[in-house]
């Protein structure tokens, strides 16, 4: 029972906001505490696998307001970009994680969150879609098909495409990985939209 128990909070933990998306979970350390106030540097979303979209500034956003909810403190974007610029950095081009650390002791932040979005390059495609049939009972009480669409052309043509977004909460002193995230688009929803309600989930207890 015990066992079962464990396990139970595990898959609920490594699942948690999910819903029905198999492709997707939350992790957090023994060390991270949700009730702690820390200061926060939350870095813009980069991307990579597309060569026109360099970061998601409104992805940036999506993501703070959970962790504002929980109580922690946002270090502000123009505080942060001007510790950046003077360490030689800058915000919307991305910051390795070799930077991290010096950008972190700069701001005297506690933890600093990452996050990417992945993308991958569709190509273009064309062809005929088949005709489609419905079986309908007549008068006589026969079974026939009748057609409901006929045959037509599609043509889609290449993209880009987010494959999936994932988000990682590092201890700033020891670099240490406190919590991550990870989603891939399921049922229509954004990856954004999911990964907020995720954090929320975990961060507040809240949907």
Not at 129 to 143: F, I, L, M
């Amino acid at each position: 029972m015990k066992i079962f128990a464990a396990l139970f909070l595990a898959s609920s933990l490594f699942f948690i906001g999910c819903s029905n998306c198999s492709q997707c979970h939350l992790t957090t350390s023994p060390s991270f505490n949700n009730k702690q106030s820390l200061t926060l540097l939350i870095l813009p979303v980069t991307t990579n696998g597309n060569p026109n979209v360099t970061s998601l500034p409104n992805y940036s956003d999506d993501i703070t307001t959970p962790f504002l909810e929980a109580g922690f403190k946002i270090v502000d974007r123009s505080a942060a970009e001007v510790a950046a610029s003077k360490l030689g950095l800058s915000l919307n081009d991305g910051i390795a994680e070799k930077n991290v650390k010096a950008l972190a002791s700069a701001l005297n932040v506690d933890a600093i969150l990452l996050s990417s979005v992945a993308y991958a390059f569709i190509p273009a495609e064309s062809g005929v879609t088949p005709s489609s049939y419905n079986k309908v009972t007549d008068s006589t009480g026969k079974v026939r098909e009748v057609s409901a669409q006929g045959p037509g052309e599609y043509n889609r043509s290449e993209h880009y495409a987010i494959t999936s977004m994932s988000s990682r909460l590092i201890e700033a002193k020891s670099m240490t990985t406190l919590l991550t995230a990870y989603v891939e688009p399921c049922d229509g929803k954004a990856v954004n939209a999911q990964l907020v309600s995720m954090l929320r989930e975990e961060l507040t207890g809240k949907d």
